[in-house]
């Protein structure tokens, strides 16, 4: 398929070649008219057009630019910046990729939104995507010539490199801890319950401990709306209308744990004395809020040394598909109580 060139582009805009690297290249010593400007991008968008630097740059690997996509799983436009898991593992992969002479161009399509088109248009030397779920557009990488990670993304796929924990464990070990402890009326806090997603997986070892304990999976007792701080507290307010039957909760992110033990607090419930929670990540939040919360600690900063690596040594020659999956432990602190 012949590659769409400038003069392509110049011809649909009816303008020079000139005029169209002027546009694209937003020179701030050419004056271009609006409309002429709206008739270049224009073209530029029906031609599927890719300037010749970027495209050199993919075919070479040259670029130094690694793509990390972190997809709007979540309703809302903030979601990733909601949650300071995301904040800890964008800062270890940006760090890493610094060492290594390469840059992050950081993305965060809409749930549907084409990552080749994002591989394509930025012309990344390598992709990261975080929290993916199977689909077509994931399908689509297979005809990059680039390095693909996948990060806490459940895809069964033969050619990308994964890192990521194993989260049905993570929940398990999580209500088996507030089991241990003597709790039996076990509430779970999580965001959108997704087949093939990460909280899905945590719930399904919220199932298994309960059903190895002889003990039902009770509706009432499940809280799923958003991965946020804010509705963490709104589970406070319905968990104190419904009389806070459960005795304990099991928060699948540390911001839900921390949001709810506020959330409580404020309704004049206390934690852990009327309620215990445990969460999940083990952030800075875990160690800020009061009382500190007991959580599940996996080591975000190596998800984001473990990508880059794995990206490093395709681009070395590489052609194996690399794996690793991250330990997990419980770490105590004073949000749980034995009764």
């Known amino acids: 398929m012949k590659r769409v060139s400038i003069k392509d582009v110049a011809e649909a805009a009816g303008v020079s070649t000139a005029t169209v690297s002027y546009v694209i290249n937003a020179r701030p010593d050419q004056t271009?008219?609006?409309e002429t400007s709206a008739r270049v991008l224009k073209a530029v968008r029906e031609l599927n057009y890719i300037p010749n630097s970027a495209a050199?740059?993919?075919?070479?690997?040259?670029?130094?630019?690694?793509?990390?996509?972190?997809?709007?799983?979540?309703?809302?436009?903030e979601f990733m910046f909601s949650n300071p898991f995301y904040g800890d593992l964008l800062s270890s992969i940006e760090y890493s990729a610094r060492r290594e002479g390469y840059h992050i161009l950081l993305s965060a399509?809409?749930?549907?939104?084409?990552?080749i088109t994002i591989a394509r248009n930025r012309g990344v030397d390598g992709i990261i995507i975080v929290g993916a779920y199977p689909n077509e557009w994931l399908d689509e990488l297979h005809s990059l010539s680039i390095p693909v990670v996948l990060i806490d993304t459940y895809v069964k796929d033969p050619v990308y490199h994964t890192v990521g924990i194993d989260d049905r464990l993570g929940g398990r070990m999580a209500t088996e801890y507030l089991l241990s402890r003597g709790h039996r009326d076990i509430a779970f806090l999580s965001g959108q319950i997704e087949e093939h997603g990460v909280v899905h997986k945590r719930f399904q070892g919220y199932k298994d401990a309960l059903e190895s304990a002889g003990l039902p999976v009770r509706d009432e007792y499940l809280y799923t709306g958003s991965i946020s701080f804010e509705y963490a507290e709104q589970a406070a307010r319905?968990?104190?209308a419904k009389g806070c039957r459960e005795t304990a909760v099991f928060a699948t992110a540390d911001v839900m744990g921390v949001g709810l033990i506020g959330g409580l607090h404020n309704l004049g419930v206390r934690v852990p004395d009327d309620i215990s929670v445990i969460g999940f990540d083990d952030g800075i939040l875990a160690k800020m809020c009061n009382p500190r919360l007991t959580t599940i600690h996996q080591d975000i900063a190596e998800k984001g040394v473990t990508a880059i690596r794995f990206i490093m040594d395709s681009i070395s020659g590489a052609t194996d598909k690399q794996e690793k999956i991250l330990p997990l432990s419980v770490v105590e602190r004073q949000s749980v109580r034995r009764i």
Request: net charge positive.
């Open 32 to 34: 271009i008219s609006p």
């Open 56 to 77: 050199s740059s993919l075919k070479s690997k040259k670029t130094n630019l690694i793509g990390l996509v972190i997809p709007q799983t979540e309703p809302g436009k």
């Open 109 to 115: 399509p809409d749930n549907g939104q084409s990552y």
């Open 238 to 240: 319905e968990m104190v």
